[in-house]
């Protein structure tokens, strides 16, 4: 899918942003991409994993306005979880996940979802 900055609407104690997370009980992975507060004209692109493989990182930074920013998470033949988000990847940390919930959602901005696939297979 993809996920487009519309609006941002600047709050001094909430900033802009938007998450795509894969649940497993009460653990979640996925992405969160966030606007940078000293480049607003940025999105920073957070990778999220559990905190004892490292917690959220940022893996890049990309300009928002007029610009759509695609995303992917699926499982690997070997069984982890891998993101590619604006051409770059990296695991999650997971190995094997048991995902029931999918969960997308967005804060203090306008952010337009679009062309979300949920695709359950056995890869195994």
């Known amino acids: ?28 992975v996925g992405l969160q991409l966030y606007r940078d507060r000293k480049h ?26 007029g610009a759509p920013i695609a995303f992917n998470l699926s499982a ?11 051409g770059k990847t990296a695991l999650l940390g997971v190995k094997d996940i048991d995902a029931r919930k999918l969960a997308l959602s967005c804060s203090s901005a306008q952010f337009k979802f679009k062309d979300v696939v949920v695709r359950s297979e056995d890869i195994r």
């Open 1 to 28: 899918g993809s996920i487009e900055l519309v609006e941002p609407r600047a709050h001094e104690r909430w900033w802009p942003v938007a998450s795509v997370f894969l649940y497993q009980g009460t653990q979640q």
């Open 40 to 65: 607003p004209d940025k999105l920073q692109v957070a990778v999220l994993r559990p905190d004892s493989e490292g917690g959220r990182s940022v893996l890049t930074s990309v300009t928002w306005e």
């Open 76 to 86: 690997t033949q070997s069984g982890d979880v891998e993101l590619t988000v604006a």
